[in-house]
């Protein structure tokens, strides 16, 4: 288990899952995903724009750069925006984008490969110049050395960036891995972040490892919906939190899964029913009992499942027994 509030939590379902629609979103839907966003009371950042970031061409992203910028800073009033720039894309004109929507945005996230991270200079110059604070992300980390990670991160650093990501960009890495590049880079002169991708079912433990080894930045996408196999899934990560969830963030998150089988109707990953049945010991066999139960007592499903969660309740014959008392 671990503490959230030991870490600035990143959801990435936006920008990295705009890679399972290739870079397009209804404007409604993208709003409807912002407010819901929003209202997480533990989503500290919502990474916007396209997944190869501000100033991608191809696939032509919809709505576009600016366009999308506008419609998330019109949408979200108390969580951070953070946005993607690569040196391989971004120009003068989307500096000139940022500037414009320097008070909206929290964190620029400066991406470049691991093994050519000088590459990235003259972007962190024009994105410090604008005051916005930056992240340095080693993209494909894996690229490199732990000793040659560092080397990138104090270059970064005398730049203006105030958070280096490691970036397992091709889920390759297994949790002894980013405890060695996470500790090589305790020492520099800035907060650590990790990103993780799926590849080889290691992104939950892999991003746990990375807390646990003093990351202070993770990133996470909602049903793990992200570039390639996927980003680690979010509703994994807030199982592991200490002390669970608030009942009213789950509820959000179920409104949530809904909107996302309409934006992105081919992805999927674990249900966040299955999430909470795991998390009470409760068979999925027992779900055609509780879903009647439910019915006969005039309450929702979700409800019910909360409940068994918070009172760790794990039999359909506790939860029958557990409510009734309650009603009495």
Not at 124 to 152: M, Q, R, W
Not at 190 to 215: D, K, M, T
Not at 239 to 244: E, L, P, Q, R
Not at 264 to 291: K, M, W
């Amino acid at each position: 288990m671990i503490d959230p509030d030991s870490f600035e939590f990143t959801e990435e379902i936006i920008r990295d899952g705009s890679y399972a629609s290739d870079f397009k979103f209804d404007p409604h839907n993208l709003r409807e995903l912002l407010r819901i966003l929003d209202d997480l009371s533990f989503v500290d950042k919502i990474d916007v724009g396209p997944g190869t970031g501000l100033g991608t061409e191809r696939p032509v992203p919809e709505p576009s750069s600016e366009e999308h910028l506008r419609i998330a800073a019109e949408t979200v009033s108390d969580t951070k925006l953070t946005a993607l720039m690569l040196p391989s894309v971004a120009g003068e004109s989307e500096i000139e984008l940022i500037d414009s929507y320097a008070d909206a945005l929290d964190l620029i996230r400066v991406g470049v490969d691991a093994d050519d991270a000088s590459r990235a200079t003259e972007l962190l110059t024009a994105c410090d110049d604008l005051g916005v604070p930056i992240s340095f992300n080693l993209l494909k980390t894996y690229l490199v050395s732990p000793a040659e990670a560092v080397d990138a991160a104090e270059m970064a650093t005398k730049f203006g960036a105030e958070v280096v990501y490691v970036v397992d960009s091709a889920g390759s890495f297994v949790p002894s891995d980013v405890t060695e590049y996470v500790t090589a880079l305790a020492d520099i002169d800035a907060e650590i972040g990790f990103h993780g991708h799926n590849n080889l079912g290691w992104g939950l433990q892999n991003a746990l490892a990375a807390v646990e080894s003093g990351a202070t930045h993770l990133d996470a996408s909602f049903q793990g919906i992200g570039r390639s196999a996927g980003n680690v899934q979010t509703e994994l990560l807030c199982a592991s939190y200490d002390n669970g969830l608030p009942r009213e963030d789950w509820h959000l998150m179920f409104e949530l899964e809904a909107l996302l089988d309409e934006i992105y109707p081919s992805s999927e990953g674990v249900a966040i029913e299955d999430v909470l049945y795991g998390l009470t010991q409760f068979h999925s066999s027992y779900e055609p009992d509780l879903r009647a139960f439910a019915e006969e007592q005039d309450e929702s499903f979700v409800d019910l499942l909360l409940f068994a969660v918070e009172n760790e309740l794990g039999t359909i014959e506790q939860i029958r027994d557990g409510y009734r008392s309650l009603q009495q």
